[in-house]
């Protein structure tokens, strides 16, 4: 089971480079998506040997919500905007994905002194959750397309999630649902958001927002 | 070192040439086509040994000690590789690093050579060369040291025995899984195949390995080629001991089963290039970017 968690962590790992390295939108949307999916199966391996009916609930609810409908409305959001790949982002892709080898090794060098004695999760949990955080947060400078900053709020809040489960051993129910909903309201109004502005703007380079003039 | 070390060392020199004719007939067999004779790399290698070298004037000693100096690492190179947990011929702690730069002498002297012949086209090759080589390097070296930390062993054959199954820790699982990825890549980079150059391509402007040794002819040639093929044969020895950690018990078994490895490797490199398109040159270097990443976080993994 170790083993399993390990190779679910790094996985995770892993989908945060794609989301780094990678220009088309779709192929990302799919990748956040997929990280979802990995954090439900990192909580079932976690506590597989006490599965409660609670903690199923939570994670078949996230996953619904962050590998279904919200990459559904992304996707909707992308198509009705008409962009299908960031094409020039503020940072470049291979630097991006040099940024992300950095971040890495600082999140190993900070997480060592944080390791929780007799924490469930595999050691590797706080340093893959940082760098979901910062991954996400790297999106959301260094990118210039609305739907992609949006995808990093939402690797950013996977990140947070992963923390979370890093360290408490079961979170509870209200403050689980409690932040899901906060991401759902705050997906749901950027991608009207991100339609309003596609259809008055003809396009949705943020930076190219704070040129407006009355 | 065993009289299966030697075993392998014999095979490998003898079978190398073989490698080449099964990714051909890979990717003949998946176009629908029947593809050439599987030992047509032999064919070409004794035509090729038979004629005699033709040499411009403005090659000096270094354009014909290339070819020399390159077969010479590559033979050295492979003596070092250990097949699975079949050990090599030589085995001292630090060889891995040795090997890596044996590798990296071959490739260096083929470069001289190219550079000698002061022509524009291969001077273009060259540096396309050297400048993927370079993006692989890390990816290789890190991968290799990501698996000696894991072994806790310096030395190739240490490394491939001790991370053979039985006696494998468990946590070593993502760390193979890691760098067999990143050696994947490595392979398909330094031995020029699809993703990141074209072999059979016959446009100058698209080579890069290719254009290295347009100038070169006969014994010389043949001599260049043998040795990609050798060093084709050392990658795919590798990623078979990292991909297929198994030690059988027996070592007959094992040497049986890692040249069954190394030929699926031939295989595995046949599809890849029958399913997938050259990536763009300014692509490549992202390629082998996320093999150097794939190798450090294997690193982390086993440093952890």
């Known amino acids: 089971m170790a083993t399993l968690l390990d190779m679910l962590v790094v996985l995770l790992v892993l989908a945060n480079f794609r989301l780094l390295g990678s220009s088309r939108l779709l192929a990302c949307i799919r990748t956040v998506a997929a990280q979802a999916v990995l954090l439900g199966a990192t909580a079932v391996c976690a506590n597989w040997a006490h599965l409660e009916g609670e903690l199923v609930l939570i994670v078949c609810s996230s996953v619904a919500i962050k590998a279904v409908l919200l990459p559904w409305l992304l996707r909707r959001a992308a198509r009705e905007a008409a962009v299908t790949r960031e094409v020039e982002p503020l940072i470049g892709f291979s630097l991006s994905l040099l940024a992300g080898a950095g971040l890495l090794a600082v999140c190993l060098l900070i997480a060592a002194p944080l390791r929780v004695p007799g924490a469930p999760s595999s050691g590797l949990m706080i340093p893959a959750s940082l760098f979901t955080i910062l991954t996400g947060l790297f999106l959301i400078v260094a990118r210039k397309k609305a739907v992609t900053q949006v995808l990093g709020y939402l690797c950013m809040e996977n990140g947070i999630h992963a923390f979370g489960m890093a360290f408490a051993v079961r979170e509870p129910l209200l403050v689980g649902m409690a932040v899901l909903l906060d991401v759902l309201a705050a997906v749901l109004v950027m991608g009207i958001a991100i339609y309003h502005i596609s259809r008055e703007f003809d396009h949705i380079d943020t930076d190219r927002l704070t040129a407006l003039k009355e | ?304």
Request: net charge neutral; no cysteine.
């Open chain 2, 1 to 304: 070192m065993t009289f299966l070390s030697v075993l392998h060392l014999l095979l490998a020199l003898a079978g190398a040439p073989l490698l080449a004719g099964i990714i051909h007939r890979v990717k003949a067999r998946t176009a629908g086509r029947r593809g050439p004779p599987l030992l047509q790399l032999y064919f070409d290698l004794g035509k090729l040994l038979k004629k005699g070298a033709v040499y411009s004037r403005t090659t000096t000693w270094v354009f014909k000690a290339g070819p020399i100096v390159g077969l010479a690492a590559a033979v050295l190179s492979l003596s070092l590789v250990p097949l699975g947990p079949v050990p090599a011929v030589a085995a001292f702690p630090g060889d891995l690093i040795l090997m890596v730069y044996l590798l990296g002498l071959m490739r260096f002297v083929t470069v001289l050579a190219a550079l000698d012949t002061g022509s524009a086209f291969e001077g273009l090759g060259a540096s396309r060369e050297v400048q993927f080589s370079a993006l692989a390097e890390p990816a290789l070296l890190l991968g290799l040291g990501a698996l000696a930390a894991t072994a806790r062993d310096m030395s190739l054959s240490g490394i491939f025995s001790g991370l053979s199954l039985p006696a494998a820790p468990p946590s070593a699982a993502p760390v193979l899984l890691l760098v067999s990825a990143a050696t994947f890549i490595v392979l398909l980079a330094e031995n020029a195949r699809i993703p990141i150059d074209d072999p059979n391509t016959h446009l100058e402007l698209t080579m890069v390995h290719e254009a290295m040794v347009l100038d070169h002819g006969g014994v010389d040639l043949a001599a260049i080629e043998y040795g990609s093929s050798l060093k084709l044969w050392i990658f795919a020895a590798l990623l078979s001991g990292v991909a297929l950690p198994v030690a059988t018990g027996s070592s007959a078994a094992d040497l049986l089963l890692h040249l069954a490895g190394v030929l699926a490797v031939a295989v595995a490199i046949g599809l890849v290039e029958s399913g997938m398109a050259r990536l763009r040159l300014l692509r490549v270097p992202q390629l082998l970017l996320a093999a150097s990443v794939l190798s450090l976080l294997a690193l982390a993994l086993a440093l952890r």
